[in-house]
């Protein structure tokens, strides 16, 4: 069984920044991908951003230039730094893991918000 822990969500104003990071423990053995996803109300789960396992990384479109995905291997964490945050981004920010087997994990969810 894979967990995930996710931290760094809060309270932030129009064009400030956060950082939110996601440790996974647990029966790990190999990791194919970890991102992160948000939902806001009334709305779909979305992708925000995504590391695979050769270091490459993709974006949703409405986060590119601003928020940006790294990862350290030695700890099993993921990491999303948001700068420039705008109301559009408040959502609860789902960490997401992949394991060898393209088996899917989902962390609780950490909120955050973006007040004008």
């Known amino acids: 069984q894979v967990q995930l822990a996710e931290s760094g969500g809060g309270l932030v104003q129009v064009g400030g920044s956060l950082r939110l990071s996601c440790e996974a423990s647990?029966?790990?053995?190999?990791?194919?991908?970890m991102g992160w996803y948000r939902q806001a109300p009334g709305k779909q789960r979305e992708l925000v951003a995504r590391i695979f396992r050769g270091g490459s990384t993709n974006y949703a479109d409405s986060v590119k230039g601003r928020f940006t995905i790294s990862r350290d291997n030695s700890k099993n964490t993921v990491y999303l730094q948001m700068s420039s945050l705008k109301p559009d981004d408040t959502a609860v920010y789902y960490c997401?893991?992949?394991?060898?087997?393209?088996?899917?994990?989902w962390g609780q969810g950490t909120q955050v918000t973006v007040s004008s």
């Open positions: 997401n893991l992949d394991d060898s087997a393209w088996r899917g994990y």
């Open positions: 647990g029966s790990i053995f190999s990791i194919n991908a």
